[in-house]
């Protein structure tokens, strides 16, 4: 067992070791500790998996860091300042589970209708620090926390047709969205990348990011 | 066509040779659309990233889980086998029989022979056994013994202070068995003591010298304690 600011590190340096053994301890603690937190079981393995690349990307886009000046942790609040973190990572991991849960319930309640689509995106991604970050790095970074934001609806689309390579019909029949076309398809996706694209850039503007 | 769709089937690579050549050079000279290209491939690099994490995430699950089911099935060929041994020792000190034949393998190899003596002298039938005389070893059949629940597990077999035979199917028989002759030497209880070495060092085993040794040292201190 490895203490958070070495996890940090080495999250960092992509250790696929560490982050598999610190992966694993996450997921101890959290299915240790679930059945305190939330009522519904049955989704309990997708809540962690959400959580869990959420942390895995907070820390790898270095949006939790380790300050080298003086060994503690940072994690960059909403408005784009770092703040030391006061709980351990697995503590922050149940924050996330606590978050992710709410939208599963809610999803759930209103059945099927993805009022969280609208929903306005945290701003906490960047501020004036880290003078070592490139452009590059600081793009992933708010690239990265966008993508996390979207609505898992949005992300399903934009990740079936970007990363799946799969074609709009093909998208439709795995989804199942009987009551959908292609061409409404189309236009979600449209709409979510539309959505993502205008999230990004203004954030881009704000935090003055060279693009 | 939409320049996002464009975009898109640049990207995704299912533009042509041609095409290809013809967005890529309208790219070079228009900055907004290759900003726009830029931002996509950006996007569409994250998603892959979130993809990839949870990919790995699910591999190690797999992994962790094949792990146990590894040990978990390890375990239970474990307990299968004590609790057979459990039940095949707990059979034969009653002296019951088991008319099921099995094969018996790696006796040998583990060291200590089988000993089968007149199983009628005590009274305790070993039906079907087989019988393994100090000469006589049956070779050809020394890989497949095949033995009833008897057999197979070492029974202690006292029919006189000088008449006590030792099945041995297995090496923690015999070395149970060294395990009590250490326990009398150390109460110094002769009697019980004597019988059993004399009947160990028959055996032909890792601790028969050792056996020996100390039975001729034994008799030397139950004789001397008589004279006395």
Redesign the interface.
Known sequence: MQTDIEYIKKIQTYD?RV??QF??EC?NFFFGIYHQLFMRKDIMEDIF?QS??KL??EIETRRIYVCEDDGMVYRLDRNGRPQQLLCTLHQFLIGFARNDYQEWVRRDTLNGHHALDDREMLTDVVGEVFPYLNDRQW??QI??A???ELSPRC?DI??K???C?MKLEDILLSRGDSCMSKNGLKSSK?KC?ER??GK??HLFDVYKIK? | MKT?DKI?RY??NEMTDKEQQQFEQQAMNDVALR?EV???Y??????????E??K??RE??RK?RNTFLRYGVAASVAAVAVGALVSYMHSGAEGSIADNAVTVAGVRTNGVDVVVRDPHADGVTARGAHTVDDGADSAGDSEKVHSSAVERKLVALHSGASNVEHRYMSVVDYERDWKQILSLLHKDNYAELIPLLEAYVQISGKHQSAADSLLQRCQGRANATLRR
């Open positions: 696929e982050t598999e992966y694993h997921k998996q869990f690349v895995w990307t793009r992933e690239v990265a966008c993508v996390e992300r934009l990740t047709f970007y990363y390579g449209y990348m993502l694209k990004v850039m693009y | 996002a898109d990207l995704r900003r830029e931002l996509v950006v996007i569409k690099r994250a998603l892959t990233a979130r993809q994490k949870l790995r995430m190690w699950s962790i």
